[in-house]
T-cell receptor, first 112, second 117 residues
């Protein structure tokens, strides 16, 4: 069965430091993978997506993610976080019918 | 362009009461979704509409949940009667027809936060 796992429930990072959020997936074929961000009181916003091709994808707000088939991972990174990056981040994949399946999310706290 | 509109923003009810949520998708978006997001979990799909028809309601607890999209535009999700475990954020999302697995142009509303006491 397909699944998305985000091992870290909560991450605290200092402003200006780098950030990496982990995502592991289980899927029978090449998945369509996504990262979404949810700020308090806001809807989910798409940061980036991977369908095929270059395994390093660039997204909005300075985020990037790398697809590693051998590790079944799609980790999200940002070189230098800003206080406005404090939010909850969700990794997701779509199945063959286009249904989005989300991970449990990682809450990011940014300290001064 | 205007986003996906949802109301109310918050709702507090007692168990066994009824509640309804409203969603107005982005103009022209044929596909509409309702998701349930329980605290500490990712959103879970409840129901998917294509225009005014149901495409997938396999995860909708049909004994208490119902949803409609009569004119293929806005949609209502109802819970009757509510249980404590229904406390969650209910998200509505919409996209243009045909974007399929890529979920291009999929947009989410801000959600309705439901507390069942």
């Amino acid at each position: 069965a397909q699944s998305v796992t985000q091992p870290d429930i909560h991450i605290t990072v200092s402003e200006g430091a780098s950030l990496e959020l982990r995502c592991n997936y289980s899927y029978g074929a090449t998945p369509y993978l996504f990262w979404y961000v949810q700020s308090p009181g806001q809807g989910l916003q798409l940061l980036l997506k991977y369908f095929s091709g270059d395994t390093l994808v660039q997204g909005i707000k300075g985020f990037e993610a790398e697809f590693k088939r051998s590790q079944s991972s799609f980790n999200l990174r940002k070189p230098s976080v800003h206080w406005s990056d404090a939010a909850e981040y969700f990794c997701a994949l779509t199945d063959s019918w286009g249904k989005l399946q989300f991970g449990a999310g990682t809450q990011v706290v940014v300290t001064p | 362009e205007a986003g996906v509109a949802q109301s109310p923003r918050y709702k507090i009810i007692e168990k066994r009461q009824s509640v309804a949520f409203w969603c107005n998708p982005i103009s022209g978006h044929a596909t509409l979704y309702w998701y349930q997001q329980i605290l500490g979990q990712g959103p879970k799909l409840l129901i998917q509409f294509q225009n005014n028809g149901v495409v997938d309601d396999s995860q909708l607890p049909k004994d208490r949940f119902s949803a409609e999209r009569l004119k293929g535009v806005d949609s209502t999700l109802k819970i009757q009667p509510a249980k404590l475990e229904d406390s969650a954020v209910y998200l509505c999302a919409s996209r243009t027809q045909g974007s399929g697995k890529t979920n291009e142009k999929l947009f989410f509303g801000s959600g309705t936060q439901l507390s069942v006491l």
